[in-house]
């Protein structure tokens, strides 16, 4: 099972005892489970059952929940509307008044469209609803497996792009640390020649000259931040293999806290660099690592 986006949109439908609805589910990155609900007036009471569905599958994301409804062709029930029966009544005794024609017949002032409507108040049994609320989840149900599924493709694709930006992280790592071996003679080169100047061509003993080298390359080195940055690829690619078996809710955020510390590290080399290409190789190892944190911020 691979890793678990956040964002996807899925949607089921469905239909009992006459009435036919619709779902539509979408899920965009959020640091919790936030679930809002949208359901015509009346169906109140499947908002906590609708919440469980949703916490047995996800740990993370927000969601907009949408229900729809409408009755099934010949489900509805009819009713005469009062108030427009009598305004057509009243009308066809003022035209019959005025034209001297014979008044409207009852039969086709309620042929009259808006007369006769729809009768969608009647109240329902508490069995037939119970029933009809069972069906209206089992249809979430299935709209929320239907997202699960796209979550994972999405995720599938998710974890591809960050084994990338890993193999980026761990080729730069080992280029700075190629880098970091020639800073000591680099170093040394550097002190020697500036010394020189100053002392007008004069010579430095050697053993001062390596005291202040070591000196130097001492607060220069970076191999504990290059040993760490080599650590956090490893914990990362465990986690994108493992990470369906990583509690519930930890894969997102144990990358979004591992890439904060590979910038850290990058953060410290670079603030360390005594080379400029050093320095050029920490700047690219902060840009792979800001994207990588960009991506893992969609994992839930």
Same mark, same amino acid.
Do not use: Y
């Given at each position: 099972?691979?890793?678990?986006?956040m964002?996807?949109?899925?949607?089921?439908a469905?239909?009992?005892?006459?009435?036919?609805?619709?779902?539509?589910?979408?899920s965009?990155?959020?640091r919790?489970?936030?679930?809002?609900?949208r359901?015509?007036?009346?169906?109140?009471?499947i908002?906590?059952?609708?919440r469980?569905?949703?916490?047995?599958?996800?740990s993370?994301g927000?969601?907009?929940v949408?229900?729809?409804?409408?009755?099934?062709?010949?489900?509805?029930?009819?009713?005469? /509307?009062? @108030?427009a !029966?009598?305004s057509? #009544?009243?009308i066809? =005794?003022?035209? +019959?008044?005025?034209?001297? $024609?014979?008044? &409207?017949?009852?039969?086709?002032?309620l042929?009259?469209?808006?007369?006769?409507?729809?009768? /969608?108040? @009647?109240? !329902?049994?508490?069995? #037939?609803r119970?029933? =009809?609320?069972? +069906?209206?989840?089992?249809? $979430?149900?299935? &709209?929320?497996?239907?997202?699960?599924?796209?979550r994972?493709n999405?995720?599938?694709k998710?974890s591809?792009?960050?084994?990338?930006?890993?193999?980026?992280?761990? =080729?730069?790592?080992e280029?700075?640390?190629? $880098?970091?071996?020639?800073?000591?003679?680099?170093?040394?080169?550097?002190?020697?020649?500036?010394?020189?100047?100053?002392?007008?061509?004069?010579?430095?003993?050697?053993?001062r000259l390596?005291?202040?080298?070591?000196?130097?390359?001492?607060?220069?080195?970076?191999?504990?931040?290059?040993?760490?940055?080599?650590?956090?690829?490893?914990?990362?690619?465990?986690?994108?293999?493992?990470g369906?078996?990583?509690?519930?809710?930890?894969?997102?955020?144990?990358l979004?806290f591992?890439?904060?510390?590979?910038?850290?590290?990058a953060?410290?080399?670079?603030?360390?660099?005594?080379?400029?290409?050093?320095t050029?190789t920490?700047?690219?190892?902060?840009?792979?690592?800001d994207?990588l944190?960009?991506?893992?911020?969609?994992?839930?």
């Amino acid at each position: 099972m691979p890793l678990s986006s956040m964002t996807g949109f899925a949607e089921s439908a469905g239909g009992h005892a006459g009435l036919a609805w619709r779902w539509e589910v979408k899920s965009v990155n959020g640091r919790g489970l936030d679930l809002r609900l949208r359901t015509p007036p009346g169906l109140d009471g499947i908002e906590q059952p609708a919440r469980k569905l949703a916490a047995a599958r996800f740990s993370r994301g927000s969601f907009q929940v949408s229900l729809t409804l409408e009755p099934q062709d010949g489900a509805r029930g009819l009713k005469i /509307d009062a @108030a427009a !029966l009598a305004s057509a #009544v009243a009308i066809a =005794r003022q035209v +019959a008044a005025e034209t001297g $024609l014979e008044p &409207a017949r009852v039969d086709g002032l309620l042929a009259l469209k808006g007369v006769i409507v729809a009768d /969608d108040t @009647a109240p !329902l049994d508490e069995t #037939v609803r119970a029933h =009809r609320d069972a +069906a209206i989840l089992e249809s $979430l149900a299935t &709209a929320f497996d239907a997202l699960v599924k796209e979550r994972c493709n999405e995720g599938a694709k998710l974890s591809a792009l960050l084994s990338a930006q890993l193999d980026d992280i761990a =080729r730069l790592t080992e280029e700075a640390g190629a $880098l970091a071996a020639t800073q000591p003679a680099a170093l040394k080169a550097r002190l020697e020649a500036q010394l020189q100047e100053l002392l007008a061509g004069g010579t430095v003993p050697q053993e001062r000259l390596a005291q202040e080298v070591a000196l130097l390359a001492a607060r220069a080195d970076v191999r504990e931040e290059l040993d760490r940055l080599a650590a956090h690829v490893q914990d990362a690619r465990a986690m994108l293999k493992d990470g369906p078996n990583i509690e519930k809710g930890g894969v997102g955020r144990k990358l979004d806290f591992l890439a904060q510390e590979f910038n850290r590290e990058a953060n410290t080399l670079c603030s360390k660099s005594a080379d400029i290409a050093l320095t050029r190789t920490g700047l690219a190892l902060k840009a792979v690592i800001d994207q990588l944190r960009e991506q893992s911020q969609n994992v839930e």
